[in-house]
């Protein structure tokens, strides 16, 4: 059943352009749903029946999963089902008639501006800093929040997706699909000195391949190291919320949308395909809308 999975997870490489981490995810996924029906001796894909997707969606409940962790693990399995029919392996999708458990739509944390403020200025040089690491960070944390770009693109940015007259830069989202996002002045300023200053002296122009953020050893940057970066100055900041690089994209999408800002040009922005997934900023807009009116308003 295993090389099912493989032609599976290389369908979705070459037919659905899936990006390398969101392959990961679905390998585990479908490794645990064949280690679950081969538990439960079936040995091949035309034995499963309704009931062993359904109890595989138990399972994963007992095992303390999030819903959300579920419902995407779950998503998984119907589309490797989806795919051995269209292959012809089997006949019907047993995953079909299963319902994952509904999500509640959580607001993600967002900071206010004095907060981003705050922690972007944090990054400062020191003695000891001798290659200017603090000037790179001090630019990652820039660019997250001017562009509300997400780690795996930031990491992947290349200098010549920078049109500096134009004052956008190029991303490169999921699925590999490409946007021209406005960056502004004041980031593009800390790059310039960022590139001047501190890239020069940590390119080793055979790992680099014009990639624009890297790290202490010339290569690329990690999704780990940037979390890593954000973390620390957040807890330098003395900030008690929970921040991560995507807290920066929530809070470019809230204060765009709290200024004014149409929601589809928010949504162009931030490359979602759907703009309903933008408009669960609306919703924190709305609670930032009331938090004003209970402040200032004399009955509020």
């Known amino acids: 059943m295993n090389r099912y999975c493989d032609q599976y997870l290389h369908f979705l490489s070459l037919e659905k352009n899936a990006a390398p981490n969101t392959l990961a995810s679905y390998k585990l996924d479908i490794t645990r749903y064949l280690a679950f029906l081969e538990a439960r001796h079936v040995t091949d894909l035309t034995q499963v029946s309704g009931t062993h997707a359904a109890q595989f969606l138990v399972n ?63 990054p400062r040089a020191t003695e000891q800093d001798k290659r200017s690491l603090w000037l790179r960070d001090r630019t990652i944390l820039e660019t997250l929040y001017a562009t509300g770009m997400r780690v795996s693109e930031l990491i992947t940015l290349r200098q010549g997706d920078l049109a500096v007259g134009q004052e956008v830069v190029r991303v490169f989202g999921k699925g590999s699909k490409e946007r021209l996002v406005p960056i502004g002045k004041a980031a593009l300023r800390w790059i310039e000195r960022y590139r001047t200053e501190c890239r020069a002296r940590l390119l080793k122009r055979s790992a680099a391949q014009d990639v624009l953020f890297l790290n202490a050893r010339g290569t690329p940057m990690t999704r780990m190291a940037v979390w890593k970066i954000v973390q620390q100055y957040a807890r330098r900041s003395g900030i008690a919320k929970e921040v991560h690089p995507h807290t920066f994209r929530h809070s470019f999408a809230t204060h765009l949308l709290e200024g004014g800002a149409d929601l589809r040009a928010v949504q162009e922005m931030l490359g979602h395909s759907d703009i309903s997934t933008t408009q669960v900023y609306t919703h924190i807009d709305r609670e930032y809308l009331k938090e004003v009116h209970r402040t200032f308003h004399p009955r509020g």
């Open 60 to 122: 994963l409940r007992e095992e303390g999963l999030s819903p959300r962790s579920v419902n995407r693990s779950f998503s998984a399995v119907k589309g490797f089902h989806k795919f051995l029919m269209i292959e012809g392996v089997t006949r019907i999708n047993p995953a079909e008639a299963v319902t994952p458990p509904r999500l509640g739509r959580s607001l993600p944390e967002v900071l206010t501006p004095e907060e981003v403020d705050l922690i972007i200025q944090q």
